[in-house]
């Protein structure tokens, strides 16, 4: 029975709590913020495939070494190209025979824009043609986060402080906190490049990656 009666308690102090909170007054509000990030890991992803040029087949071996000279030409070290994969897949000519091709993916990983814009010039030299930039971020991004969510809820409160100012009133506690969102969007923004991406010679048209969060939130009414 004393068991019982413990638990009924802790059941009936429960719902008189959550009434409590509920006719409180209270005042919900959405605060955003956000931050450009310059990334300093970018990744590309290449893919050499053999191929004829005017009669002559040029084979995997030759793209890979005229890639890693041009790389090395360019100042980029050449332990940040990692081979990803090497298959290879029938290619039906003409609908009557089959003929193998052999390919072979990297991924390029960079830490600049300098350095991109070397890459390709590299690309450019050796004669690569099926490239694209697979990831950009930075080394630092869960801080940055961290920073951003910070900004969104302090922009919550201020929120709710200069409403409850118009009607002569104070935000009290914050009796509940939801993060709505927090994503980050790469190439989300207009089609001008930031201007410290400008300044670095960005000659590619990259954006910088945009870090957005809301937070959702409850403030007491005093």
Do not use: C, W
Not at 10 to 25: E, K
Not at 70 to 98: F, H, M, S
Not at 131 to 144: A, G, P, S, V
Not at 168 to 189: F, H, K, M, P, W
């Amino acid at each position: 029975m004393k068991t019982f009666i413990t638990v009924l308690f802790a059941i009936v102090s429960q719902i008189v709590f959550s009434q409590n909170l509920q006719t409180s007054p209270f005042i919900e509000v959405v605060g955003t913020a956000e931050k450009e990030i310059v990334p300093d890991e970018i990744i590309i992803a290449i893919t050499l495939k053999e191929h004829t040029d005017s009669k002559n087949k040029i084979s995997i071996e030759e793209q890979e070494a005229s890639l890693l000279s041009e790389l090395k030409k360019k100042g980029i070290p050449l332990e940040q190209l990692t081979l990803e994969n090497a298959n290879a897949y029938e290619l039906r000519v003409r609908k009557k025979t089959n003929e193998l091709i052999n390919q072979k993916q990297y991924q390029l990983k960079l830490a600049s824009i300098e350095e991109v814009n070397s890459a390709i010039d590299a690309f450019d030299s050796a004669k690569i043609k099926v490239f694209y930039i697979q990831e950009m971020t930075h080394t630092l991004i869960e801080d940055f986060r961290k920073e951003v969510k910070i900004l969104a809820l302090k922009a919550a409160k201020d929120k709710a402080k200069y409403l409850l100012e118009s009607i002569d009133q104070t935000v009290g506690n914050a009796l509940e906190i939801v993060e709505v969102s927090d994503y980050n969007l790469v190439n989300a923004r207009s089609n001008v490049a930031a201007p410290s991406f400008q300044e670095k010679g960005n000659e590619i048209g990259l954006k910088p990656i945009l870090i957005k969060v809301s937070m959702k939130t409850k403030f007491e009414i005093k």
